[in-house]
Nanobody, 129 residues
Framework: VQLVESGGALVQAGGSLRLSCAAS????????FAWFRQAPGKEREGVSA????????VYADALKGRVTISTDNAAATVYLQVNNLKPEDTALYYC???????????????????????WGQGTQVTVSS
C-alpha cells in the first residue's frame, strides 16, 4: 500500500488549498480514507473521512463548513479542499486508510489514529497571517 499526499503550500490567511492523496496497492472502493493533521507540539487530529464505495463522508466539527472531502475513484485519489485558511490550520496533513467495515457509521471511532492501517508521509500546509 502506498499513499502519497501533495498540494501543501505556504498561503496567506483567507486563501484556499486542495490537497491530494494518490493511493495504490489497495482496492480503492473497499477502503475508508481520512485526512488528519498534526501541528507542532499537538496531537494528530482527524479532519474528515470518506468511503469511496458509497460516497459517505464525515467532518470534524471544528472545520465543518470550511473543508470538503472528495474522491476520484477512477484515479484512486482522495482530495481535501480547505477554504478560508487560518494560521491555526498550519500543520502536516496526512491521508491514512482503514479496512474497518462501516467505520464512518461510528462517529467516535473514525477520528482515532489507531483505526487506520497505512499512512503517507504527509504534506505541509503553512498559513501566514
Amino acid at each position: 500500500v502506498q499513499l502519497v499526499e501533495s498540494g501543501g503550500a505556504l498561503v496567506q490567511a483567507g486563501g484556499s488549498l486542495r490537497l491530494s492523496c494518490a493511493a495504490s496497492g489497495l482496492t480503492f472502493d473497499d477502503t475508508t480514507f481520512a485526512w488528519f493533521r498534526q501541528a507542532p507540539g499537538k496531537e494528530r487530529e482527524g479532519v474528515s473521512a470518506i468511503s469511496p464505495g458509497d460516497g459517505r463522508s464525515v467532518y470534524a466539527d471544528a472545520l465543518k463548513g470550511r473543508v470538503t472531502i472528495s474522491t476520484d475513484n477512477a484515479a484512486a485519489t482522495v482530495y481535501l479542499q480547505v477554504n478560508n485558511l487560518k494560521p491555526e490550520d498550519t500543520a502536516l496533513y496526512y491521508c491514512p486508510e482503514s479496512r474497518t467495515p462501516r467505520l464512518l457509521a461510528r462517529p467516535t471511532l473514525w477520528p482515532r489514529t489507531i483505526m487506520y492501517d497505512y499512512w503517507g508521509q504527509g504534506t505541509q500546509v503553512t498559513v501566514s497571517s
